[in-house]
């Protein structure tokens, strides 16, 4: 696959690794770039929060039934954007489980609800980035997008959500499956979907015509700000993870839906 011509346009030196399963864990099928830089993943980072949520629920220390965050929210309504939680602490609240309202504090509540006196970047790399090897990698800001590392974790990262072996089985399909699924809200920077699905974590595709645009509706994902991604096609078992050294903008509305599509397709045909 050639992913230099596939991304052709993505603007300064971005690194991106393409994962594909078959009969065993995911491999890789097709990198490009410095796949060992130090960069940012920003709001990717949350999906390394779902992991780690997850290993909690798993070892029975936390239920995603559980109060959290404003009365009336849970910890799987802080996860989902449904808590009413505006994006920053002090911005406008809403009714709890009315509409998805994209949320940085609300990840980090669960965090830092959830983490040991050592904090949340112990508590991230005792649960999630330990277990899968991701070596070069750490929290070095907000649990909500403070994750700084390679691009090569990053892709362990999406192997996780693709062999789906860190946490039990019932947690990833908890994790993957439509939250409040009825609820309408904004994805930034793509604008508002009726309905807006998400997961206990990760984006969920569902009907939206948005970055995901040629994956189906059970792919899965996130982006951030500094230009980094995950998606994940569950179906197929096909992962994208990348990184950018140009934030998120204009550029990446326009030209995500057809990059990551023909990726896809790519890795289907490898």
Request: net charge neutral; aromatic share 6%.
């Amino acid at each position: 696959m050639d992913l230099a011509r596939l991304v052709a346009g993505w603007p300064g030196d971005p690194a991106l690794v393409v994962l594909r399963a078959g009969e065993g864990p995911a491999q890789v099928v097709a990198t490009l770039g410095d796949l060992e830089a130090q960069r940012p993943w920003a709001s990717v980072s949350k999906l390394a929060v779902a992991l780690a949520v997850g290993a909690e629920v798993d070892a029975g220390r936390v239920r995603y039934e559980d109060a959290a965050g404003p009365p009336g929210a849970t910890v799987a309504h802080l996860l989902s954007h449904s808590s009413g939680l505006g994006l920053e602490a002090g911005d406008h609240r809403r009714p709890v489980g009315t509409r998805r309202v994209y949320s940085n504090v609300g990840i980090d509540l669960v965090a830092e609800a959830l983490a040991p006196a050592e904090g949340p970047a112990r508590w991230i790399a005792d649960r999630v980035l330990g277990p899968l090897g991701l070596g070069t990698s750490g929290l070095v800001g907000r649990p909500a997008a403070g994750i700084r590392g390679s691009t090569r974790d990053l892709a362990r990262l999406a192997a996780a959500f693709v062999d789906q072996s860190l946490l039990a089985p019932a947690t990833h399909a908890r994790i993957a499956a439509p939250y409040l699924p009825e609820l309408d809200g904004v994805v930034p920077g793509f604008g508002r979907f009726v309905p807006c699905p998400w997961g206990l974590g990760p984006e969920l595709h569902g009907d939206k015509q948005h970055w995901m645009a040629g994956w189906p509706a059970r792919a899965l994902g996130h982006f951030g700000r500094s230009g980094a991604l995950v998606l994940v096609d569950p179906v197929h078992q096909v992962a994208v993870a990348a990184t950018s050294t140009v934030p998120f903008g204009s550029w990446a509305v326009a030209g995500w839906p057809a990059w990551l599509g023909q990726i896809r397709s790519g890795a289907l045909e490898a």
